[in-house]
Nanobody
Framework: VQLQASGGGLVQPGGSLRLSCTASERVWVINDLGWYRQAPGKQRELVATITSGGSTTYTDSVKGRFTISTDNAQSLVDLQMNNLKLEDTAIYYC??????????????WGQGTQVTVSS
């Protein structure tokens, strides 16, 4: 079972991107979902989370600019990123706490998608 993150790319400061995370198998129960990022030379950091009940949290640096959501039928979780800044440049990873139809519960990481903000 794999998570696939997509939607990254090169964008100018002030631009927008939408990241999506999908699973390779059908999911029975979706618990917590999140997006993390890792910039060159830095540790991976939490960007945003959303619970099964819809409660969201954001790291301070992205509040008001990023939105995490689960309303896309084609994906587990999306991250809408607006007003991107140079410091948002990083590899973005999705993370999901899932239960599959075989009853197995797993916390999985996506493979990462590169977001580069540059003028």
């Amino acid at each position: 079972v794999q998570l696939q993150a997509s939607g990254g790319g090169l964008v100018q400061p002030g631009g927008s991107l939408r990241l999506s995370c999908t699973a390779s198998e059908r999911v029975w129960v979706i618990n917590d979902l999140g997006w993390y990022r890792q910039a060159p030379g830095k540790q991976r950091e939490l960007v945003a989370t959303i619970t099964s009940g819809g409660s969201t949290t954001y790291t301070d640096s992205v509040k008001g600019r990023f939105t995490i959501s689960t309303d896309n039928a084609q994906s587990l979780v999306d991250l809408q990123m607006n007003n991107l800044k140079l410091e948002d440049t990083a590899i973005y990873y999705c993370n999901a706490d899932l239960v599959f139809y075989n009853g197995v519960r797993s916390r999985l990481w996506g493979q990462g998608t590169q977001v580069t903000v540059s003028s």
